[in-house]
């Protein structure tokens, strides 16, 4: 299987209609076919499937996919690549190209937050200025806290202070995923419950004169408050921590 034949599918299966409809949802209609993510799973499933048991052939197409620079077909490449095969120039490269939340949010989900350095470069892209770089950093936290689900609660403890540090930033794209990192890690179990509040509360405390940051927590405390969550994560049993 070739990266064209895929791009060709892709293309075959253009809407323009749904590149207006992605743009009012902040979708970059810029290389953008309006193809619809339950075609671009299927194609994605479709080759993982013809390639199984080759890792470095999907790792390989899956470069060549994102090279196109088209919206769908970056997405392919983040469902089509292997996470072990992912380097961090890869992920330097890639984090680089982002140019729309939505490919920001698949990339980070369905591969990133699978590779080695997903831990560290969630901390390091935090702390960069470009706008979706840094959303990259706070959507892998909130992957991080959904899906790696035998890490330990530190771990995530010490993603808080990071959210605390970026939480006045006010562009669209990070404070929404500086939102979504906190009350991710909060929804976790009891133990981070307390700790995200706590992180919640501290934010309003110490940076309430910001709009931004009093939203970021307000918000997040009307999740992790709830009487929902506190009586979901009441049935749970109780976990050890590890270091």
Not at 182 to 202: F, V
Not at 220 to 225: F, Q, V
Request: overall charge neutral; aromatic content about 6%.
């Amino acid at each position: 299987m070739r990266a064209q034949e895929l791009i060709d599918s892709l293309e075959a299966r253009a809407n323009p209609a749904n590149v207006e409809g992605m743009a009012r949802f902040g979708i970059n209609p810029a290389g953008t076919l309006g193809v619809t993510m339950p075609v671009v799973r299927s194609l994605a499933r479709d080759t993982r499937r013809a390639l199984h048991g080759d890792a470095n052939a999907r790792h390989e197409l899956a470069g060549e996919l994102w090279q196109s620079g088209i919206h769908e077909a970056r997405i392919l490449a983040a469902l089509v690549d292997v996470p072990a095969r992912v380097t961090e120039d890869q992920m330097e490269h890639w984090v680089g190209d982002l140019d729309s939340w939505d490919v920001c949010d698949q990339l980070c989900g369905n591969l990133f937050d699978k590779a080695p350095l997903a831990w560290e470069k969630a901390a390091e892209w935090s702390g960069r200025e470009s706008e979706f770089v840094k959303r990259a950093g706070f959507v892998l936290m909130a992957q991080l806290a959904v899906h790696d689900t035998s890490a330990a609660d530190e771990r995530f403890e010490d993603f808080l202070p990071l959210v605390e540090r970026e939480a006045r930033d006010g562009r669209p794209y990070v404070k929404k995923a500086v939102n979504w990192a906190l009350r991710q890690i909060g929804k976790r179990n009891a133990y981070l419950n307390d700790r995200a509040i706590a992180t919640a509360e501290r934010i309003i405390a110490r940076q309430g004169d910001s709009s931004v940051a009093r939203w970021i927590a307000r918000d997040a405390l009307r999740e992790l408050k709830s009487d929902d969550l506190q009586q979901r994560l009441a049935r749970r049993r109780p976990r050890e921590r590890t270091p």
